[in-house]
Each structure stands twice: as C-alpha cells, then as structure tokens.
C-alpha cells in the first residue's frame, strides 16, 4: 500500500560530504526537508563542538535582529513581509551580516543615547519652568509681591517670640523642586515628623503629563516649595527630597532674576525641541530603511544557525577533511536527496562527490506519513493518539470519512450543520489572507487549523439531519407525509394527544428519504426515535469495531505474522461475528417482520421480542417458553443457533489466551535443538532477528510481529501475562465498547431536544406576539435565540459531540489494531524550523 495507507519505508544512511561543501550541502537538504540527522556526538558538551563559534555569532546577530525589531515595534513602523525565504547565506557573507548589523546597532543606540539625554535635558528644563511659574505665583500671593517672605517668616516665628521676648533679625530660607504626585502626601508627612512643623509647604500640581526619558512613560508631577529658617533645617529638608526622589532646582528671590532665568528657560526649550525633532527623524529614517529587509534577515540568520547546529552532529574523520553523518531518510526520495547533495557540491565548487551509503540497523526507524493541507489535521488527530508504529497501518484515510460521519450522528440537524459548513467553507476559501495574519490566539488557531474537519462535519451534520428531518428542532415535509390521521371530536375529547398508530394511520407508503414529517409533531416520538437511533448506533458501533479488527489483518499480512492472524484474528472476528453481528443481524430481521401491517398474530408489534433480553438469554442458555401466540424467537431454529453461537464464542477466549503463547513455546524448543539459524522466523513469531528483505533495514521484531522476547521461563510467563491481558481486555472491551457506541444515540437525543427547548421557550414566544410591538419583540427575541443556538447548539454540543467522537477512534476503533508506539519523522527543514521560530517570536 502507499504511504496514505502505511507510513513511508525508512532507511538509514551514511553520508560522507567534504569538509568545505559540507555547509552548501546541508544547505540543500534542509530547503527539501526530507532527511532527519543523527547525534553522532551524544557525550560531546555543546560549547565544546566544532561549530560552537559559528553558532555564537548567529546568536549575537539574532540578539541585534532582536533589538532592531523591538524599536521598529516600538515606533510603529510596518515590517515588510514578501512571504519568500531566501537561501542560506554563504559562510562568507556572514561577516557582511554581521558587519551591516553592528553597524545599524551603534547608529541605532548612539541615535537613542542622544535622544535620551536631549529629553532628560527637556525634561529638566520643563520641570524648571513649572517651578518658575508656580512659584511665582506663591509669592504673589503674599502681600502682593512686597517683602515675599515676610509672611512665611510670621509662620515660622515661635511662641516664645509671640510672648514679647526679644528676637533677633530673622532669615528664612526655601528650596523649589518637583516630586511624583502619588509621593507628595508622605512626603509632606514625611517634612512635617522630621522637621516638627518646623517648615513651610506650598505646592501645586503640574497639569499635563511630561516624558520619562528612561523608558517613554507619561508621569505626573507636582511642584513644591519649602520655607525653613537656618541651615540645619535646610540639610534635613534636602536629605529628605532626595530620599523621596525630588528634584531640586535653583530659584531666584528676586522677582527680576525669575523672570530672566524664566525667558532663557523658554528659548533653551525651542531649541531642545528642534534638535529632537531632528534627531526623532534621523531614527525613524534608519528604523524604516532597517523594516525593509528585517524578515529576509531573519530568515538568512536562522538559516546559518539551523545548518551549524546541524553540522554539529556530525562526526570528522581521522583526515579532519571529511564530515561523516547518519540519518534517516524515506526509500522513494534517496534520489531526490542525491540530486540536491551534487546540486550543494556544485556550488560550493568541491570536487569530491558526497557519498550516501544505506546501512543495515535493528533500530526502529521513525514513523513519516506524508500529509497535505487536508490530510494533514486528520493524521493530527491520530498522532495526538499516539505516532503510529513503522508500517503499521495509518487509521488517518478512513477517520476522514468515519469520524464526520460519527460526529454528524450525534449532531445531525440540517441548520445546525449548515451554520458549522459554511463557517469551516468560509475558512476554507479565505485560507491564505487568514494564514497570512499570524497570529497567538491559540482558540483561531486550532479552528483554522481543523478547518477542513469542521467543513466535513457540517457537511455530514446537514446529510444526517436531512435523514432526521430536523432542522432547528422543525422537519420539512418535501415529499409529502404518508400518514392520514383520523381525528374528530370524540377522539379529540378522549385522546387530545396526538399519537402515531401504523396499523391505522398509515398506508404502507415509506417517506422517500428519511423520517416522515408526522413525527415531528406525534407525541410518541421520543419513543419511536429512542429505538431507532438505539438500534443504529449499535449496529454503527458493531460494524466500526469490526473493521478495525479486518484492519489489523492487512497489519498481521504485510509483517508476516501468521500466528496474530490464527491466534488473534481469526478468534476475535468470530468472537465480534457470532455475539454482537448476530445481534444487529436480529434488529434487522425485527424490522422486517414485524409490523402493524402484517396479518399474522405472531408478526404483529406487541409480539416482537426485545432484543435486549433475547441476547442476555442467549448469553445465559436461558430456556424461553411461548405465551399465548407470540413466540419469544423470531425465526425456526433460533435457540439452537444461539446456543452454538455461545459456545462457539466460549472456544474463541481460550484459543486467543494460550494459543499463541504455546505455540511460541514450541518453536523456541525446536530452536533449541537446532545446532544452526538461531533466529528462527518461520511462524512469523520473530525474535529479534534483523530481517534481509526488510530495505529499511527495521528489526524482525517489529516485521513479523514482536511475538517473543527471550528463552528463559520468566519472559515466557511475561508472553501469557499480556496474551491474559490483551484476551480480557478485548472480551470485556466488546461488550464495553459496543456499549460505548449508545454515546451516538444519546448525544443526538440530548442534541434534538435542546433544540427543541430553544424554539418553544425563546423563539416561539417572539413568534406568537402580534402587531408593531410583536415586530420588535420578534426582533430581540430572535437576536436572543440565535446567540443561544449558536453559542449552546453549534459550539458547545458540537465540542461535546467532537470530544466523544474522537473517544470513539481512539478507543473503540484503533484499540482493535493500533499501537501508535512509533516515534515521529522530523526532518532537519527549513520551512518547519521557521514555522517554530516564527510562531515562538510572536509569543
């Protein structure tokens, strides 16, 4: 099968590159994106490798790339983005690089130091005329400009002075600066406990915000003057302000001085604001010319730095000229890879040829399943299951069509499907303007991610609910009902519920497609539709597990295991066959003969045995009489066929718990008397042995089947403790799982009636209300019902309905085949490595 079905063939090289056309060739390899590299060098520490240098410059380029890209950010300027990646510079034009990215760095923070202190100078200068300003109005406040400081001198004068007794000449100091606003209030406890009321404090505040230099922030300051009288107040009043981080600034008394010093103020501040102005549109100039090719600089860096990180794994020969690497590379493309490895020889202008050896190993090769845009979050969908094993069957073709068409049973309903298609079509079609706007949003991401599951879902969710005849809890009635009820006032007074009777409603005529519209208004129809959607999700059920069962044959046949196919294969399928096939084969021999049409007593409903109960009897060779001329069998025969049935299932538990592990018994025994050919495959229980045909190179254990594990008794008790576990684990898990499957009856039924709550509770009272007023009314109550339907319906029941689908996948269906124990395919790719970086930057 192709790699749709089966992951690729692996297999592991050995490549020998020279020296200088290592870098052109891993170049080459990492634009295909099709081998993975070994670690040759697991013990050796990573500063102590042969390309730590190179790696630490790419860093160092990256952390300018950085810093340029956060103040292109910070000024709001557009980075171009052509959606194209460039080549891998050679090494040569790495000192280009970094030669263009010191440059602009320096220019960048020499331009950034300057503006820095131009604003700290405005800054300053701004303060000083805030404090030239207000304290001039301090002063005129006091006696009108005459002798400023007389009044402040009577404020500080003391009781002892108020008394009469004599005082000397009295000098009265002040100091002016500003201070944060949120700190004024301790700062003025702060004057007032430390200098004992001592001081004087006006201030005022500083109505529009002014520039933090340091990092761009808007602040707001006050400005403040303190009077104090003698120099040991005037220290503590100063150690205070700068305890509090005010600024002080000098402020004449003169009246004259103030205003001078205020007109010099003003002239330094136009000049500040022209050099700024200058020096904003030196930056930006450098910032705009730096945006232009910021991406494609990024893109050459990660390059350099992804090819010597990669060159790190590789191993020097004894010449110290030749590179020696293993990887792990898919069968079908060596060619290609060769052809991209003579395409990097010939740019670099080596003359030696690299050579690409397969090599024969008993590790297991990584698992690659190639995808597509649409594949690609199905097989997602498996791998978060868990990496499917080398060459085991891929489950991901057939969850494209079975897990919409799960989920649809569960949602089925024709509006509610319509809305989930046409937004997964809208995505759909929008696919590359929405995959161009990058985003973090992780929600959108995984919708846009599952665009294509969504878009199916609907799709199916509208088919199952044409099926249904349900939209938003209404049926449609496009064929024209088949049933005619004949009700009059006598039956209205004796019966107002309008019940469904086919033995007299109904003319034998089936609705064309689907159920009939009558339903949707009978009042038995939960409990005609319960044994319906019942009946088919165990018969859904019954035929998913059955074919994960026949998948797990195509396993057991391409790893020529033929003791899986007679000692598992053939036990379970009659085990599911003859129990639970037998059981949907009963619902549809129901279905047929029994009806309210038919003559016959026996056929008629109330006759028609439970398939429930039937099936416990015949699990429990309980004996059922006749009662009456209804007949507990529906068929001739039916009790002796059960009874075989049963005991033909019984056989099948003890044949899968020891058939296998005694007939690895015995082939060990025979090996052990074998002189010759320890590894002995021809059971297709493999030991261990490296097979010759396998070109991947994988280990017998793995293509035949990994049935044993050694010769000694204690590894042969392990082999019948996991053939017990696995035999119990599938005999209760048929009877679990086929259970489990009554999720789609459920959930459609929980689905249904929502939507029918919805529309009798909220739309149906908009819909009853008459007049301009009922206008309205209708309007706000349909805004309200679609916000409901939308939110509760399609988001989360149709959450509800994806989580149980995927249970159903990953439990019921790939537990009859799967392992998932593979380990995933990551090749060394530039395109994935840029995806990660890209996304890891804008978190």
Not at 154 to 165: F, H, M, N, Q, V
Not at 701 to 706: E, I, M, S
Not at 757 to 765: H, Q, T
Request: hydrophobic fraction near 45%; glycine fraction near 6%.
């Amino acid at each position: 099968m192709g790699s749709l079905f089966r992951s690729e063939e692996m297999t592991l090289c050995q490549l020998f590159l020279q020296s200088e056309a290592a870098y052109a060739c891993v170049s080459e390899l990492g634009e295909l994106g099709l081998v993975q590299f070994r670690d040759l060098n697991p013990d050796v520490n990573a500063f102590q490798r042969k390309f730590v240098n190179e790696v630490r410059r790419c860093d160092e380029m990256e952390r300018k790339l950085r810093y340029l890209e956060k103040e292109i950010k910070k000024d709001g300027i557009p980075m171009l983005d052509t959606g194209e990646s460039p080549e891998a510079p050679q090494p040569r034009e790495m000192i280009d690089l970094e030669a263009t990215f010191e440059k602009l760095e320096n220019e960048l923070r020499e331009v950034n130091q300057n503006a820095e202190a131009l604003k700290r100078n405005f800054l300053e200068l701004t303060e000083l005329k805030h404090i030239l300003r207000k304290t001039q109005v301090f002063f005129d406040e006091q006696e009108g400009g005459m002798h400023t400081t007389e009044s402040m001198t009577r404020a500080l004068i003391t009781d002892e002075s108020r008394t009469g007794k004599a005082m000397g000449p009295v000098q009265l100091g002040f100091v002016a600066g500003v201070i944060l606003r949120e700190r004024l209030p301790a700062f003025e406890r702060m004057l007032w406990r430390a200098c004992r009321g001592n001081v004087f404090l006006r201030q005022a505040v500083i109505d529009s915000a002014l520039e933090d230099p340091s990092n761009g922030d808007k602040v707001y300051k006050s400005v403040f003057i303190i009077f104090f009288q003698g120099d040991q107040l005037k220290t503590r009043v100063k150690k205070i302000c700068e305890g509090f981080r005010a600024t002080l600034y000098p402020c004449p008394e003169a009246p004259t001085d103030r205003r001078e010093m205020a007109m010099g103020v003003m002239t330094r501040i136009e000049d500040l604001n022209t050099v700024l102005g200058q020096t904003q549109d030196h930056r930006h100039r450098v910032l705009v010319a730096a945006a232009k090719n910021l991406k494609n600089w990024f893109v050459k860096v990660r390059k350099i730095k992804a090819i010597y990180h990669t060159l790190n794994l590789f191993n020097l020969d004894v010449t110290q000229k030749c590179l020696i690497a293993e990887c792990w590379v898919p069968l079908l493309d060596i060619e290609t890879i060769q052809i991209a490895l003579r395409r990097g020889t010939e740019r670099s202008g080596s003359s030696v040829p690299p050579i690409l050896n397969r090599m024969e190993t008993f590790e297991d090769p990584p698992t690659y399943n190639r995808t597509n845009k649409f594949t690609n979050a199905f097989q997602a969908l498996i791998n978060a299951y868990g990496v499917a094993s080398y060459r085991e069957m891929n489950p991901a073709p057939y969850t494209i069509i079975t897990f919409p068409f799960l989920f649809a049973v569960m949602f089925g309903d024709l509006g509610h499907g319509a809305i989930m298609a046409l937004f997964g079509l809208w995505m759909v079609l929008k696919e590359k303007p929405l995959a161009a706007k990058k985003t973090d949003n992780e929600i959108w991401n995984i919708f846009f991610g599952g665009r294509y599951i969504i878009f199916l879902m609907g799709v199916f969710s509208m088919y199952t609910g044409f099926v249904y005849n349900d939209i938003f809890s209404k049926s449609l009635n496009v064929f024209g009902s088949t049933w005619s009820i004949n009700y009059n006032t006598s039956t209205v007074m004796t019966n107002k519920a309008l019940q469904l009777d086919p033995a007299s409603d109904y003319d034998g005529t089936p609705y064309p497609i689907g159920l009939d519209p009558v339903w949707q208004v009978s009042d038995n129809k939960i409990i005609f539709l319960n044994a319906y959607k019942m009946k088919i999700s165990i018969i859904f059920g019954v035929v998913h597990m059955l074919f994960g069962v026949f998948v797990g044959l195509f396993n057991h046949r391409y790893f020529k295991n033929k003791l899986a196919i007679y000692c598992e294969f053939i036990p379970q399928v009659i085990f599911l066959v003859f129990l639970f096939s037998y059981m949907t084969i009963l619902m549809f021999i129901k279905w047929v003969k029994y009806s309210a049409t038919n003559e016959e007593p026996r056929f008629q409903p109330g006759c028609a045995p439970s398939i429930l109960i039937t099936f416990i009897n015949m699990v429990l060779f309980k004996s059922v009489e006749q009662t009456g001329e209804c007949s507990p069998f529906m068929f001739a025969g039916q009790q002796g066929l059960q009874k075989f049935l049963v005991i033909i299932a019984l056989i099948c538990v003890p044949w899968m718990l020891l058939a296998k592990p005694i007939m690895i018994m015995r082939s060990r025994k025979e090996a052990a008397h074998q002189p010759i050919a320890p590894y002995s495959n021809e059971n297709g229980d493999a030991e261990g042995a490296l097979n010759p045909n396998n070109a991947a190179g994988a280990p017998a254990a793995q293509q035949g089947g990994g049935a044993g594990h050694g010769h000694d008794n204690e590894e042969m008790s392990e082999i019948f403790i996991h053939q017990g576990i696995h035999t119990i684990e599938y005999v209760l898990g048929s009877v679990s799982h086929t259970a489990s499957y009554l999720r789609l009856w459920a959930l459609s039924l929980a689905h249904a009636q929502l939507a029918e709550v919805l529309w009798n509770m909220v739309l149906k009272n908009g819909l009853s209300q008459g007049g301009w007023i009922g206008g309205i009314a209708l309007w706000a109550i349909f805004g309200f019902w679609a916000v409901l339907t939308v939110g509760i319906l399609v988001l989360m029941e149709g959450l509800s309905a994806f989580l149980h689908t995927l249970r159903l996948h990953w439990v019921e269906f790939q537990s009859k085949f799967y392992s998932g124990l593979g380990y995933a395919f990551q090749p060394f790719s530039f395109e994935l490595m840029l995806e990660t970086s890209s996304s890891s930057t804008e978190e």
